[in-house]
């Protein structure tokens, strides 16, 4: 037993390293014995990058230094410190380690152990919204403000006042805040599970903003301290500030789509953020004028918000042929002019699509005169070109064509050597602007190419050269 100092001492090879770790820890500890025992996380960070941004994943060890009287013990890989000791008061070390460059801090810190049965504040780590504790890692964005309540509970207490009220008698502590970081007034709220009954508690809300020059890695440790109870065990955050990250896309991309005339061709586009107080706008790049897209749906997600927008588009008579990309553009929509905002790179998607010659899908209620008069020929003619058809007359019967049925529009005819489209127009009788309007690909300027496929209705009525 026994009280001791509050101590920290550092010990760094400037030759091997710049820095050594940063004790991120409030001077005292409270922690329960017995089979209600607690502990306390010994906290610590540097200024070089997060653990999370090394091949190894961590950087830290710890180990209890001479100090320490018997009975403590401290986890090796996360620095929590528990106690199978006595009531009362004792000093504790705790050496933190740098793996990466041997530099090291020690910290020597009254610990009070209080008696199994004692009252304590803790910690809800699983009220809404709030940040997870360490040694858990929490990524927060430089300009975006981070917000979240810590909500404490005492066994029996806070039941007569109502929700909402400041309560002078309870005190968040804190050590060292980054700037501009606060922890406001507490009070009291309530809480209620699922299904559970709703369970008063003590409030206070953390805000911080990091700015740019915060990238990096940020420890944070509170307690509640109140004039009718024992403290709570102290609670430490840890958190990686880094930049605003750019858009990812959920929509894998996708080649060769295949969009037949007639047939509407849906889409499902979905952008991730993992910044959940960032959004992302999906906008089309160059679509063809009758795609559209439906308007944007953004939804929370844990792993960040997720922004949803659907393209359709029908490929129309006269498309057959044409071969190109439909891209996307998902940009991240984080400046918005906010000092310390940087907005992040977009990100583009592209599907490679081809619409296929001579073949059209059936509508609603199109019956082969319709299709005939869309592709300015007649039924007799789109009969002949569709033998399955027994009953051209009809619409959705057996025999007839119905709604998503696909019908030849035209007959392919591959080009022979030095054949021109004017000789393969007269010499199937037809005309020079119908074929064009079946082969988007083709143009009358453009020379064919031996072997290539033109669509075209032939009209053995008409004279052939």
Same mark, same amino acid.
């Given at each position: 037993g026994g009280g001791s100092p509050w101590e920290i001492l550092s010990e760094v090879d400037l030759s091997v390293a710049s820095h050594s770790p940063i004790v991120q820890l409030l001077p005292s500890a409270t922690i329960r014995a017995g089979d209600?025992?607690?502990?306390f996380y010994v906290s610590a960070n540097d200024p070089g990058a997060h653990p999370t941004d090394l091949p190894s994943g961590s950087k830290l060890s710890w180990a209890l230094t001479s100090a320490t009287p018997p009975g403590f013990s401290v986890g090796a890989g996360d620095g929590l410190v528990t106690g199978g000791v006595e &009531?009362? #008061?004792?000093?504790?070390?705790? @050496?933190? *380690?740098?793996? #990466?460059?041997?530099?090291?801090?020690?910290?020597?810190? @009254?610990?009070?152990v209080l008696a199994a049965n004692a009252t304590m504040p803790t910690f809800d780590a699983s009220f809404p919204g709030t940040r997870m504790p360490y040694p858990d890692t929490n990524l927060v964005y430089a300009g975006f403000e981070v917000e979240f309540t810590l909500r404490f509970t005492?066994?029996?207490? &806070?039941t007569n006042i109502t929700s909402g009220t400041l309560f002078?008698? &309870?005190?968040? *502590?804190?050590?060292?805040?980054?700037?501009?970081?606060?922890?406001?007034?507490?009070?009291? %709220? @309530?809480?209620a599970p699922p299904g559970s009954t709703p369970v008063k508690g003590y409030h206070a809300l953390f805000t911080w903003t990091p700015l740019p020059e915060d990238f990096g890695w940020? &420890?944070?440790?509170?307690? !509640?301290?109140?004039?009718?109870?024992?403290?709570?065990? $102290?609670?430490?955050?840890?958190? *990686?500030?880094?930049?605003?990250?750019?858009?990812?896309?959920l929509t894998p991309p996708l080649d060769n789509l295949v969009a037949t005339m %007639?047939?509407?061709?849906?889409?499902? !586009?979905?952008? !991730?953020? #993992?910044?959940?107080?960032?959004?992302?706008?999906?906008?089309?790049?160059? !679509?063809?004028a009758d795609a559209a897209l439906t308007p944007a749906d953004s939804q929370p997600r844990p792993e960040g918000v997720v922004t949803t927008r659907n393209l359709t588009w029908t490929p129309r008579q006269g498309s057959g042929g044409l071969r190109g990309q439909l891209c996307f553009r998902a940009t991240d929509d984080g400046a918005g002019g906010v000092p310390g905002r940087s907005s992040a790179s977009p990100a583009d998607l592209c599907f490679s699509f081809s619409v296929p010659k001579c073949r059209y899908t059936v509508g609603e209620m199109e019956g082969l005169v319709e299709v005939a008069r869309i592709f300015k020929t007649n039924w007799l003619q789109l009969w002949a070109l569709n033998k399955d058809i027994t009953r051209p007359e009809g619409y959705g019967v057996p025999g007839a064509v119905h709604?998503?049925? @696909?019908?030849?529009?035209? $007959?392919?005819?591959?080009? *022979?050597e030095g054949e021109s489209l004017e000789k393969i127009v007269s010499r199937f009788g037809t005309t020079l602007r119908q074929t064009l309007g079946l082969n988007a690909d083709i143009t009358g300027t453009k020379p064919l190419v031996t072997g290539e496929l033109v669509c075209l209705v032939p009209n053995s009525c008409r004279e052939r050269s």
């Amino acid at each position: 037993g026994g009280g001791s100092p509050w101590e920290i001492l550092s010990e760094v090879d400037l030759s091997v390293a710049s820095h050594s770790p940063i004790v991120q820890l409030l001077p005292s500890a409270t922690i329960r014995a017995g089979d209600n025992a607690t502990g306390f996380y010994v906290s610590a960070n540097d200024p070089g990058a997060h653990p999370t941004d090394l091949p190894s994943g961590s950087k830290l060890s710890w180990a209890l230094t001479s100090a320490t009287p018997p009975g403590f013990s401290v986890g090796a890989g996360d620095g929590l410190v528990t106690g199978g000791v006595e &009531a009362g #008061t004792y000093g504790v070390g705790v @050496e933190v *380690r740098d793996v #990466t460059t041997n530099a090291s801090s020690s910290v020597v810190l @009254e610990v009070e152990v209080l008696a199994a049965n004692a009252t304590m504040p803790t910690f809800d780590a699983s009220f809404p919204g709030t940040r997870m504790p360490y040694p858990d890692t929490n990524l927060v964005y430089a300009g975006f403000e981070v917000e979240f309540t810590l909500r404490f509970t005492v066994p029996g207490a &806070a039941t007569n006042i109502t929700s909402g009220t400041l309560f002078p008698g &309870a005190t968040i *502590r804190t050590a060292a805040l980054p700037r501009g970081a606060a922890v406001g007034p507490v009070s009291v %709220g @309530e809480y209620a599970p699922p299904g559970s009954t709703p369970v008063k508690g003590y409030h206070a809300l953390f805000t911080w903003t990091p700015l740019p020059e915060d990238f990096g890695w940020h &420890a944070i440790c509170i307690y !509640l301290e109140t004039n009718f109870s024992s403290p709570s065990p $102290q609670t430490c955050f840890d958190f *990686r500030v880094s930049e605003d990250p750019t858009p990812t896309w959920l929509t894998p991309p996708l080649d060769n789509l295949v969009a037949t005339m %007639g047939k509407e061709l849906h889409i499902t !586009l979905q952008a !991730l953020d #993992t910044n959940s107080a960032d959004s992302v706008t999906i906008e089309g790049v160059d !679509l063809p004028a009758d795609a559209a897209l439906t308007p944007a749906d953004s939804q929370p997600r844990p792993e960040g918000v997720v922004t949803t927008r659907n393209l359709t588009w029908t490929p129309r008579q006269g498309s057959g042929g044409l071969r190109g990309q439909l891209c996307f553009r998902a940009t991240d929509d984080g400046a918005g002019g906010v000092p310390g905002r940087s907005s992040a790179s977009p990100a583009d998607l592209c599907f490679s699509f081809s619409v296929p010659k001579c073949r059209y899908t059936v509508g609603e209620m199109e019956g082969l005169v319709e299709v005939a008069r869309i592709f300015k020929t007649n039924w007799l003619q789109l009969w002949a070109l569709n033998k399955d058809i027994t009953r051209p007359e009809g619409y959705g019967v057996p025999g007839a064509v119905h709604a998503g049925f @696909e019908v030849n529009v035209g $007959q392919m005819v591959k080009v *022979r050597e030095g054949e021109s489209l004017e000789k393969i127009v007269s010499r199937f009788g037809t005309t020079l602007r119908q074929t064009l309007g079946l082969n988007a690909d083709i143009t009358g300027t453009k020379p064919l190419v031996t072997g290539e496929l033109v669509c075209l209705v032939p009209n053995s009525c008409r004279e052939r050269s």
